[in-house]
């Protein structure tokens, strides 16, 4: 299995070079993935060959672009478990369709009074726009807790969701814990409450397979630089009864049927929440990652991640002074990892790591509330994807092994 989801790593560029003298073992896949040949030759031809804007001109250039564009409305579709390319939004990312959501049918769905539902894992993506939300409209904010090993806690779940609930809004997985969350169990609990299901995919769909409809959502946002896409291309997948309730947000060119001096007459789902020129080029690359993510295998992903990160488990563990958050049992995780080195600060292990070409994340992770539940202020954080090897694992452990050595005993 190893072997054959090596021979992926080719395809990438980027790891083929060298970062402070050593070879480049890229672990902060949680943040952004690297970008395969096939994405980076998608969007160079498209600025090539076919520039041009969509939905405006019926030139041969004009055509070309804007078949590419639907096109991969439909692969994104297929991708979520979906038949109608309709349901899907172009957005910036997670972030901006989570905004979405929240300023647009949220502001004109809910009440005072109405609860909206988060948990302490999300990321600040996933709090800030429902923070905002319930400031406007006089909602309050409830959270779901964690159990002892970082998983949510079903027991409170079904006590914190009530007939006040109008949303609960989770990820899937965690970008911090690497736990993934029942998600179609608290869907079925929010529907029997009259609330609807919002689902922050982005540390999902990379990684496993996923079916909004099967999983129960209502809404669900992906990011593609999370996918090996490029950056400032995302989707927001909505139920098409949804999408149509809710009002645009932005307002400008080729999202209206007419236009007077005095009145708009806005385009059916999804083309009304896309005004202006898009990032058509991120488009094209977000086509190009899911063909890419499809000819992998997204089951075969999670099964690469998953042996990676149950060789690398045992082996942090025997480290003295490190410590694990969220599930100790590896079956129970994604390729995320964060942990603590006992009297080293998190940047400064990632800047010893970084010296030993290792590129791991330090901070908050943009879940400060969920820091402060574990009672930290920063983590250090490995996260892995296809391209990743036994041998990142174990120079992973060796670079931590240098770093407390120098730090705690002042030599390498």
């Keep these: 299995m190893d072997k054959m989801m090596n021979e992926y790593r080719a395809d990438f560029p980027i790891l083929k070079q060298k970062v402070n003298d050593e070879q480049l073992v890229y672990l902060d896949n949680a943040a952004t993935t690297q970008k395969p040949q096939a994405v980076i030759a998608a969007i160079k031809h498209y600025y090539e060959s076919d520039n041009a804007n969509v939905h405006r001109g019926v030139h041969t250039l004009a055509e070309r672009a804007t078949e590419q564009y639907e096109a991969v409305r439909s692969k994104a579709a297929r991708l979520l478990g979906v038949d109608d390319p309709h349901e899907i939004v172009y957005t910036k990312g ?3 369709a989570l905004n979405w959501v929240a300023a647009s049918y949220g502001s004109t769905h809910l009440q005072p009074g109405d609860e909206i539902v988060l948990s302490y894992m999300e990321h600040h993506s996933n709090i800030v726009p ?3 939300l319930a400031a406007k409209t006089g909602a309050k904010l409830k959270y779901i807790g964690l159990t002892e090993n970082g998983q949510l806690d079903m027991v409170e779940a079904q006590k914190v969701i009530t007939d006040k609930t109008a949303i609960v809004s989770l990820c899937q997985a965690s970008n911090v814990l690497g736990v993934v969350n029942p998600i179609q169990e608290i869907a079925a609990l929010a529907h029997h409450h009259g609330a609807i299901m919002v689902v922050d995919g982005a540390q999902a769909v990379p990684h ?3 079916d909004v409809r099967e999983l129960g959502a209502d809404f669900y946002a992906l990011s593609g630089h999370k996918m090996m896409g490029p950056t400032g291309i995302g989707v927001l997948w909505g139920k098409k009864e949804l999408l149509a309730q809710m009002p645009p947000l932005e307002f400008g060119g ?17 083309y009304k929440f896309e005004g202006g020129t ?4 991120g488009v094209v690359g977000l086509g190009a990652a899911i063909d890419y993510l499809n000819s992998v295998g997204p089951d075969k992903i999670a099964e690469h991640e998953h042996h990676l990160v149950a060789d690398l488990f045992p082996k942090l563990q025997a480290i003295p002074g490190i410590t694990i958050y969220g599930p100790q049992d590896p079956k129970l995780r994604t390729g995320v990892l964060s942990f603590n080195l006992a009297g080293v600060h998190p940047h400064d292990l990632a800047s010893a790591l970084d010296m030993d070409g290792v590129a791991v994340r330090a901070g908050h992770h943009c879940a400060q509330p969920l820091m402060e539940y574990l009672g930290v202020s920063a983590t250090a954080r490995a996260s892995f994807y296809l391209y990743n090897t036994k041998e990142d694992t174990d120079a992973l452990v060796n670079a931590i092994l240098d770093a407390k050595e120098f ?3 002042g030599s390498f």
């Design 94 to 96: 997670t972030t901006e």
């Design 208 to 210: 496993m397979k996923v």
């Design 254 to 270: 080729e999202m209206i049927n007419n236009v007077g001096l005095y009145q708009t007459d806005f385009k059916e789902p999804p």
């Design 278 to 281: 898009q990032n058509i080029a």
């Design 407 to 409: 730090f705690l005993n």
């Design 130 to 132: 429902w923070q905002n």
